[in-house]
């Protein structure tokens, strides 16, 4: 099956340790998806987010840098796993987060992207401005 990589830019009004520690806090992000969450903070461990919807693993962890890790939907086929990164760029008003999702199989693609978007960026912009 052929496999899709998306890229998108986002930017925040909040530091880029605020945004980091939303992304790797188990409670924080929790807080903004609405799904338990358990993330380790340890290179090689596991994440499950989303009330076990995503699951994968940390493969580089640079605080408040870069978080590149392993990702797979509970919905997608065994054997598709993609590889997810965020990077963080600091701005004058907050932060801006480069990230890209690597061999998102086809027909998931549309889904995938526009969720990042609709369960990730938009809530937690919303989380970060009441901070």
Same mark, same amino acid.
């Given at each position: 099956?052929? @496999?899709?990589?998306? @890229?998108?830019k986002v930017s925040f009004n909040a530091s880029a340790h605020d945004v980091y520690e939303a992304l790797m806090d188990s409670k924080k992000h929790a807080k903004f998806t609405g799904g338990p969450a358990k993330i380790s903070r340890k290179i090689g461990g596991k994440f499950s987010v989303y009330d076990g919807y995503a699951a994968g693993k940390n493969l580089e962890l640079m605080p408040d840098e870069k978080i590149v890790q392993t990702w797979r939907a509970s919905d997608w086929d065994e054997e598709d796993i993609s590889e997810i990164s965020f990077t963080f760029t600091p701005t004058k008003t907050g932060c801006t987060v480069i990230f890209t999702q690597k061999n998102v199989p086809s027909k998931h693609l549309s889904a995938i992207k526009q969720g990042w978007i609709d369960y990730y960026w938009m809530p937690m912009k919303k989380m970060l401005e009441i901070h």
């Open positions: 099956m052929k @496999k899709n990589d998306i @890229k998108q």
